[in-house]
C-alpha cells in the first residue's frame, strides 16, 4: 500500500530523517514510535506530501507521491497532533468545509459527513462552536476531518490525547474498523495504544529507522526459555553445541533438580525451527524437558532497548 524508499530529509545542516525505506501493506495498523526529534512527524509530513523530501520516494496505492501529489492526498486521511481548526465556526460548517475541501460533492458529500459524525459520536455537538469544545471533543472532531473520503491511508499522531477512557477504548476500535479497508500509521507515546492496535512496529531514532518488525516477533527478542534436569550449564552448552541458530546460554536459576536457562538464538535462524531442534536434543539425550518457550518483553522495554544501543542496527 505505501512504500517508502531512502527517504532523507534536513533542515539546513541538520538532518531529521536519514536514508529511511519501509513497505506497509494494506490493512496493517504501524505504530511509528520514537523521542522527540527522533524523525517521526518529518516522516508524517513526508508521507502526506506536505513536506517534499530531499531525496529518496513515497509510493501510495501505486502513485508515486513527487509525480501526483493530489491523487496521493485524495486518498489520505492525516491527523495532526495539533490540528489546526477555525474555533468560530460550529463542528458541522467545519466539517463541511473540510469535505469540500477534499473534493466531496453534493449526496457524497452529505453521506461522508454523517458517517463519520457517527463514527466519531459527536452528534451531540454538531452545532457547537470548535472553541466550546473539551479537548477531548477537539479530538475527535479531528479524526472526522482525517476519515472523511473512506481514506486508503490514515495518518494519525497522537489520536487518543486528551480522550478519557472510554473514549479512548471507542477510538481503538474505530481505528481497527478504518484498518478492515485502509493501511493505519499511527504515531503515540502511549506504548499501550501500539500493544492494543497495531500489528506493526516502527522505531525511528536521531532520524534513522532502528526497528521495522512485526509486534509479536519482537515481544519475542528470538530468545527461548529451557527447563531441563540437566546438572549444570555447562551441560546444557554441550548439548546444545550442535545446534545450529544458538548463540549464547544465560542460567535463570537452578533448584530441586531443575535447571533453567535462556537460550540466545541467532536472528537468521527461525525461533520455531531452533525450538525443533533443542526439543529433539533433550529428548535424544534422554534428559527431562519441564518447559521450552520464548521470552516475551513488553513493547516499553523493547524501545528502552533500541534507544540504549550506542550503535543503530535494523532489527531482521
Same mark, same amino acid.
Given at each position: 500500500?505505501i512504500?517508502?524508499?531512502?527517504?532523507?530529509?534536513?533542515?539546513?545542516?541538520?538532518?531529521?530523517?536519514?536514508?529511511?525505506?519501509f513497505?506497509?501493506?494494506?490493512?496493517?495498523i504501524?505504530?511509528?514510535?520514537?523521542?522527540?526529534?527522533?524523525?517521526k512527524?518529518?516522516i508524517?509530513k513526508?508521507?502526506?506530501?506536505?513536506?517534499e523530501?530531499?531525496?529518496?520516494?513515497?509510493?501510495?496505492?501505486?502513485?508515486?507521491l513527487?509525480q501526483?501529489?493530489?491523487?496521493?492526498?485524495?486518498?489520505?486521511?492525516?491527523?495532526?497532533?495539533?490540528?489546526?481548526?477555525?474555533?468560530?465556526?460550529?463542528?458541522?460548517?467545519?466539517?463541511?468545509?473540510m469535505?469540500?475541501l477534499?473534493?466531496?460533492?453534493?449526496?457524497?458529500?452529505?453521506?461522508?459527513i454523517?458517517?463519520?459524525?457517527q463514527?466519531t459520536?459527536?452528534?451531540?455537538?454538531?452545532?457547537?462552536?470548535?472553541?466550546?469544545?473539551?479537548r477531548?471533543?477537539?479530538?475527535?472532531?479531528?479524526?472526522?476531518?482525517?476519515?472523511?473520503?473512506?481514506?486508503?491511508?490514515?495518518?494519525?499522531?497522537?489520536?487518543?490525547?486528551?480522550?478519557?477512557?472510554?473514549?479512548?477504548?471507542?477510538?481503538?476500535?474505530?481505528?481497527?474498523?478504518?484498518?478492515?479497508?485502509?493501511?493505519?500509521?499511527l504515531?503515540?507515546?502511549?506504548?499501550?495504544?501500539?500493544?492494543?492496535?497495531c500489528?506493526r512496529?516502527l522505531?525511528m531514532r536521531?532520524?534513522?529507522?532502528?526497528?521495522? +518488525?512485526? %509486534?509479536?516477533?519482537?515481544r519475542?527478542g528470538?530468545?527461548? !526459555?529451557?527447563?531441563?534436569?540437566? =546438572?549444570? *550449564?555447562? #551441560?546444557?552448552?554441550?548439548?546444545?553445541?550442535?545446534?545450529s541458530?544458538?548463540?549464547?546460554?544465560?542460567?535463570?536459576?537452578?533448584?530441586? +533438580?531443575? %535447571?533453567?536457562?535462556?537460550?540466545?538464538?541467532?536472528?537468521d !535462524?527461525?525461533?520455531?525451527e531452533a =525450538?525443533? *531442534?533443542? #526439543?529433539?536434543?533433550v529428548?535424544?539425550a534422554?534428559?527431562?524437558?519441564?518447559?521450552?518457550?520464548p521470552?516475551?518483553?513488553?513493547?516499553?522495554?523493547v524501545?528502552?532497548?533500541?534507544?540504549?544501543?550506542?550503535?543503530?542496527?535494523?532489527?531482521a
Open positions: 500500500m512504500t517508502t524508499k531512502n527517504l532523507t530529509r534536513a533542515y539546513g545542516d541538520f538532518v531529521a530523517v536519514r536514508d529511511v525505506s513497505t506497509i501493506k494494506a490493512g496493517e504501524a505504530g511509528l514510535l520514537g523521542h522527540n526529534g527522533a524523525g512527524t518529518t508524517m513526508m508521507l502526506s506530501g506536505y513536506l523530501p530531499n531525496s529518496g520516494s513515497v509510493v501510495v496505492d501505486g502513485i508515486d513527487a501526483d501529489r493530489s491523487a496521493v492526498q485524495a486518498r489520505l486521511g492525516y491527523l495532526p497532533e495539533n490540528l489546526p481548526v477555525y474555533p468560530e465556526m460550529s463542528v458541522g460548517d467545519y466539517l463541511d468545509y469535505a469540500c477534499k473534493g466531496l460533492n453534493g449526496e457524497i458529500r452529505t453521506q461522508e454523517r458517517r463519520v459524525i463514527a459520536d459527536i452528534t451531540a455537538k454538531l452545532l457547537a462552536p470548535i472553541a466550546t469544545l473539551s477531548g471533543y477537539k479530538q475527535r472532531v479531528g479524526v472526522a476531518q482525517a476519515l472523511l473520503g473512506q481514506p486508503k491511508l490514515l495518518i494519525l499522531d497522537e489520536p487518543t490525547n486528551g480522550l478519557d477512557p472510554t473514549q479512548t477504548q471507542q477510538m481503538r476500535a474505530l481505528i481497527k474498523k478504518i484498518a478492515e479497508t485502509a493501511t493505519v500509521i504515531s503515540t507515546h502511549i506504548m499501550q495504544e501500539v500493544d492494543a492496535l500489528d512496529v522505531i536521531n532520524g534513522v529507522l532502528a526497528v521495522d +518488525e512485526q %509486534l509479536t516477533a519482537l519475542s528470538h530468545r527461548l !526459555v529451557l527447563s531441563t534436569n540437566l =546438572a549444570s *550449564k555447562d #551441560a546444557v552448552d554441550r548439548l546444545l553445541a550442535s545446534v541458530g544458538v548463540s549464547e546460554i544465560d542460567t535463570l536459576s537452578f533448584g530441586e +533438580e531443575k %535447571l533453567r536457562v535462556q537460550i540466545h538464538i541467532a536472528e !535462524v527461525a525461533l520455531s =525450538a525443533a *531442534k533443542i #526439543a529433539q536434543a529428548v535424544d534422554g534428559q527431562m524437558l519441564f518447559e521450552l518457550t521470552v516475551q518483553r513488553d513493547l516499553e522495554s524501545f528502552r532497548e533500541v534507544n540504549e544501543k550506542e550503535t543503530l542496527a535494523h532489527v
